[in-house]
């Protein structure tokens, strides 16, 4: 039986990452690096801030420091929040989603983002107080694909329902990088087809929807 669900962040409950997107491609324009729409998507999604900047700086040959990785990082958050402004930056379903689920079973979050944004968002949509557990970009010493993200959001919940076994969680992403840290992990997973197309994620997920009003309890009991 089900008996937890850790979303994701970026991608599946706030529709951030076209403004993620922005903020690489404004702070790396003014090192001398062009970023496409098409290759964020394709190569650089899945990683958190220090990742990306480290592997876009590997792959245009710019021999960035972690000093300079670091301040990278610091601007683009900045440059993320300028963009947050504008308005609520959640998926339509995610607000309704969030209070169904946690009716029924504790949440949690596993994301690559910065504690901070998360966070910022959450407190924005008075939606913080239904996470029993958020795990963000500097919480592990790896990011998605790797495990840790998802092992250490399930440890964080056994400190609210005691004895849990990761194959009681159900993760609910958005790309292939997040479903396969989730299932290394040992949970089963649900894909939102946001960011990438259902033929993009076919085989990386237990089941597939198109968008959070299909995340019922109904519907998550039926995959266990």
């Known amino acids: 039986?089900?008996?937890?669900?850790?979303?994701?962040?970026?991608?599946?409950?706030?529709?951030?990452?076209?403004?993620?997107?922005?903020?690489?491609?404004?702070?790396?324009?003014?090192c001398g690096v062009s970023l496409t729409e098409s290759d964020y998507y394709a190569h650089y999604l899945g990683y958190d801030d220090v990742g990306a900047f480290r592997q876009i700086g590997v792959d245009r040959g710019a021999a960035w420091n972690a000093a300079r990785v670091n301040e990278l990082v610091?601007?683009?958050?900045e440059r993320l929040e300028e963009l947050e402004r504008d308005g609520s930056v959640l998926f339509p379903g995610a607000d309704a989603a969030v209070r169904r689920l946690a009716a029924a079973w504790?949440?949690?979050?596993?994301?690559?983002?910065?504690?901070?944004?998360?966070?910022?968002v959450l407190d924005r949509e008075r939606l913080s107080t239904y996470f029993a557990a958020v795990v963000a970009a500097e919480d592990t010493p790896a990011s998605k694909p790797a495990p840790d993200p998802y092992l250490s959001a399930v440890d964080e919940l056994r400190r609210v329902v005691g004895p849990l076994d990761a194959a009681a969680c159900v993760a609910v992403e958005d790309s292939r990088w997040g479903l396969?840290?989730?299932?290394?992990?040992?949970?089963?997973?649900?894909?939102?087809?946001?960011?990438?197309?259902?033929?993009?994620?076919?085989?990386?997920?237990?089941?597939?929807?198109?968008?959070?009003?299909?995340?019922?309890v109904a519907f998550l009991s039926r995959l266990a």
């Open 1 to 30: 039986m089900i008996r937890a669900v850790v979303f994701d962040f970026d991608g599946v409950l706030a529709n951030s990452e076209p403004l993620h997107f922005r903020a690489y491609r404004d702070i790396l324009a003014t």
């Open 74 to 77: 610091q601007r683009k958050a």
């Open 106 to 120: 504790p949440l949690a979050i596993a994301s690559g983002a910065r504690r901070a944004e998360i966070v910022r």
């Open 180 to 216: 396969e840290s989730a299932r290394a992990a040992g949970l089963r997973t649900i894909a939102v087809t946001h960011t990438y197309s259902a033929d993009q994620l076919a085989g990386a997920a237990d089941a597939a929807v198109p968008s959070l009003d299909r995340l019922t």
